[in-house]
């Protein structure tokens, strides 16, 4: 079956450096979707990647959608102590009716 | 308000004793799923249903049930729980499989 893959597991870094979490697929997906969990909470969608290529921007949030369609990145210029959390991806298989998790990248920001 | 409502937050139980966990959206969503959360696994799937009477097995379905009769809800079942399904649950839905997923609070399940 589909899997999707997420490195690294757990990034800590000093407020104001960036910060880079990586998915991978092992199948072409139709969409990716990445998701923010803070610590306690429960998952919140972010945005939502459809085109092969593509790349989108929330303020200091950038993500993109490989050519291939089967890997897509988030990253986060200048953390804050807000960005604490768990970021997910989640691929979306080509029959529309799935949507496979990555593990996750736990991140943490040392004020 | 728009939101995905589980009950019981927080259970406590023990092996064998059947329970269900409740699930219902008031956005008269078509797709609903239930994950199970465990720590590096990320989250996965258990079952997902697309619309009403229509359920289907998702990554880890062994030692859950679930049932759509009614659009906003989706309820799981443990028949007999064992504390390999000690884990926190999530519930969610979206207009569509492929619309953004909107999940509620979790419940905290542990089965001793």
């Given at each position: 079956g589909q899997q999707v893959m997420q490195i690294p597991q757990y990034q800590h870094v000093q407020e104001g450096e960036d910060f880079t979490t990586y998915c991978n697929s092992s199948t072409t997906l139709s969409n990716i979707q990445w998701y923010k969990q803070r610590p306690g909470g429960h998952p919140v969608f972010l945005i939502q990647l459809v085109k092969s290529g593509?790349?989108?921007?929330?303020k200091r949030l950038t993500f993109q959608f490989g050519e291939a369609k089967k890997n897509s990145s988030l990253h986060i210029t200048a953390t804050q102590t807000t960005d604490v959390g768990t970021y997910f991806c989640a691929g979306q298989d080509t029959s529309g009716s799935r949507l496979?998790?990555?593990e996750g990248t736990q991140l943490t920001v040392n004020p | 308000e728009a939101q995905v409502t589980q009950n019981p937050r927080y259970l406590i139980t023990v092996t064998g004793k059947k329970l269900t966990v409740?699930?219902?959206?008031?956005?008269?969503?078509?797709?609903?799923s239930w994950y199970?959360?465990?720590?590096g696994l990320g989250l996965r799937q258990i079952y997902y249903s697309m619309n009403v009477e229509v359920t289907d097995k998702g990554d880890v379905p062994e030692g859950y049930k679930v049932s759509r009769k009614e659009k906003r809800n989706f309820p799981l079942i443990l028949e007999s729980p064992s504390p390999n399904q000690t884990s926190l649950y999530f519930c969610a839905s979206s207009f569509r499989a492929s619309n953004p997923a909107f999940f509620g609070q979790g419940t905290r399940l542990t089965v001793v």
């Open positions: 593509e790349v989108k921007k929330q496979t998790f990555g | 409740t699930c219902s959206q008031n956005m008269n969503h078509e797709y609903m199970r959360q465990d720590p």
